[in-house]
């Protein structure tokens, strides 16, 4: 029984040993390469380039709810200065942890005064794939330069 467990720590030691050794026996000059898949190790529940890109994107807008671990963004009504008769509500839903394409579904609401009234109006197709395009090519700036800064 003695031998058995005298044995198991040697086999043990041995394994420690060359898992620590065994990444300084690759050349010296090898320096490790950046995890890409580090947005994964984050405290919040989603891709946290999407998440900072998302928050960049909509930060002229007052924003009404923001939930980091179900990856959800509902901003309140914003009026631009420019068109008093008008006003947007965006809803931005992360929803992946990967950053890819799929991973963002953004949703508006437009409505527009009329005669003090605010009434409902289409929102144009173009519009929320133009935000989507904003954030997802936000985030692959932000993890392009986390990677290679």
Do not use: H
């Amino acid at each position: 029984m003695f031998r058995r467990s005298r044995v198991a720590f040697g086999l043990c030691a041995a394994l420690a040993a060359t898992s620590v050794l065994g990444g300084c026996s690759t050349g010296g000059s090898k320096r490790p390469t950046a995890d890409l898949a580090a947005s994964k190790v984050t405290t919040i529940g989603v891709n946290s380039y999407l998440w900072r890109a998302t928050l960049d994107a909509l930060s002229f807008m007052p924003l009404l709810q923001t939930d980091s671990n179900g990856g959800v963004v509902v901003t309140d009504w914003y009026v631009n200065p420019q068109l008093p008769t008008e006003r947007m509500k965006v809803t931005v839903s992360i929803l992946d942890q990967d950053l890819r394409a799929d991973a963002v579904r953004v949703a508006a609401l437009r409505e527009v005064n009329r005669g003090g009234q605010w009434v409902s109006a289409p929102v144009a197709a173009a519009t929320t794939q133009k935000l989507e395009d904003i954030i997802l090519t936000k985030a692959r700036d932000l993890r392009r330069g986390s990677v290679t800064g």
